[in-house]
């Protein structure tokens, strides 16, 4: 069993900033990608940034040079910094992990979602 929990979310006006986190637990040898989607209201999930085991990132062309995405393995954590914030960019985040646990599985877990306004 693994959980990943998000955080950081909230109201925030245009132009300002926040930081999203997410931690995993539970029964985990090793996490391979690590990723931060979103879903605003009336659209599909999509996948805003991306990082790799050896940390490679890439983003959604729509957050390029405003959002970072990075990750502490030690920690199980992964992080997602976003700067000038503007309003289409409310939606609901959420983290994904694609885990290996102790027994050799492989599989994709997913954070319960965080909600992120941005509103003056």
């Given at each position: 069993?693994?959980?990943l929990v998000e955080s950081g979310g909230g109201l925030v006006q ?65 992080y997602l910094q976003m700067n000038s914030l503007n309003p289409e ?32």
């Open positions: 069993q693994v959980q245009p132009g300002g900033s926040l930081r999203l986190s997410c931690v995993a637990s539970g029964n985990i040898f090793s996490i391979n990608h690590m990723a931060w989607f979103r879903q605003a209201p009336g659209k599909e999930r999509e996948l805003v940034a991306a990082i790799t085991g050896g940390g490679s990132t890439n983003y959604a062309d729509s957050v390029k040079g405003r959002f970072t995405i990075s990750r502490d393995n030690a920690k199980k954590t992964v960019d409310t939606a609901v985040y959420y983290c994904r992990m694609n885990v290996i646990n102790t027994i050799g599985t492989v599989f994709d877990s997913w954070g319960q979602g965080t909600q992120v306004t941005v509103s003056s």
